[in-house]
């Protein structure tokens, strides 16, 4: 494990990403607090709105390249995801004022997530955390950054099932979504590489994690750090003849308390995951639907400075 690094950084001009959407709406109150709070000390800052995944990464860019101090996330994982390239490429701190549905970012680094003021006076605090990323590369050539996990087969489709709904939010929200996903709940054949040890299984998903949670807080790999260099792999077993009782009791398991003891998880460590399978499975990236398998996943070591507790 790789020594934590720390430092701390003087706060400029701050260009925010905000999702008023995120949260079910709640995003836009949390914003409104936020740069209520950094008026009140006098800090520069510009807050750029997307429309879409793909605007709010360019507004990001463009702040970048406009010599911003820091970046600044007002929404939930998703929108973090959205803003990593132009923060590890430029080297520039990032800001997370959680207000999402999941907020998993967050949470990993000790981020209050129900306390806009204190988030804020973080990264006013200007003390940061390195962090590591993960990169997922896909067949079509595309790449795409994540700072939590990469979820795959049914964990993709809870996430996706999740943006759907409206009410609850937080762990209710992704129990809500996982026990309306479970019907359509789909075995498919993984193949799986982790660096130089291979495995082919049933499973309903395989998560890649950088971080011990998901879906607010539910601990799929709960020894996964986010400053070791490696990912926690996790494969949910599907055999051919499971009994809906013990589907259950996992799922339940997965919820509200811990996986480890529980044989239809299997877990694995290492730098590089490549993923096969079939039928084909979608992947998401931090909550969101971003491409299918086959890909490849590797960490990128020390990627990325937040602003965080000390």
């Given amino acids: 494990m790789s020594a934590r690094r720390e430092s701390t950084s003087t706060v400029g001009h701050l260009a925010i990403v905000a999702n008023p959407t995120s949260g079910h709406g709640s995003a836009q109150r949390v914003l409104e607090a936020a740069t209520a709070v950094l008026r009140g000390h006098g800090v520069s800052h ?14 990001a860019e463009s702040a970048a390249e406009r010599k911003a101090d820091a970046l600044v996330v007002v929404g939930g994982d998703g929108t973090v995801q959205t803003v ?7 080297r520039l701190p990032l800001g ?12 990993m680094l000790d981020i209050p997530v129900d306390d806009v003021a204190r988030a804020v006076g973080l990264i006013l605090d200007g003390h940061t955390r390195r962090i590591d990323l993960g990169r997922a590369s896909f067949s079509d050539g595309t790449e795409e950054l994540f700072c939590t996990i990469a979820a795959t087969g049914f964990d993709a489709a809870v996430a996706e099932r999740a943006g759907e709904i409206s009410w609850p939010s937080g762990r209710a929200l992704f129990a809500l979504a996982a026990l309306r996903q479970l019907p359509k709940l789909n075995r498919h054949h993984y193949q799986v590489r982790v660096d130089d040890v291979e495995v082919e299984t049933d499973a309903a998903f395989t998560a890649i994690a950088n971080s011990p949670t998901y879906g607010a807080g539910m601990r799929i790999a709960p020894h996964a750090k986010v400053d070791d260099g490696l990912f926690d792999i996790v494969m949910g077993a599907h055999p051919r003849r499971l009994p809906r009782l013990a589907l259950l009791r996992g799922l339940a398991q997965l919820l509200y308390g811990s996986v480890e003891k529980n044989p239809l998880f299997t877990d694995m460590r290492g730098r590089e995951v490549e993923l096969y399978c079939d039928p084909q499975a979608d992947v998401s990236l931090d909550g969101e639907i971003v491409g299918s398998l086959p890909g490849v996943f590797d960490v990128v070591a020390e990627a990325i400075d937040v602003f965080a507790p000390h």
């Fill in 84 to 90: 990593l390239r132009a923060v590890s490429s430029r």
């Fill in 46 to 59: 510009e807050v750029l709105i997307g429309d879409s995944r793909q605007q709010s990464a360019q507004l």
């Fill in 96 to 107: 997370i004022i959680p207000a999402g549905s999941g907020n998993d970012a967050a949470r």
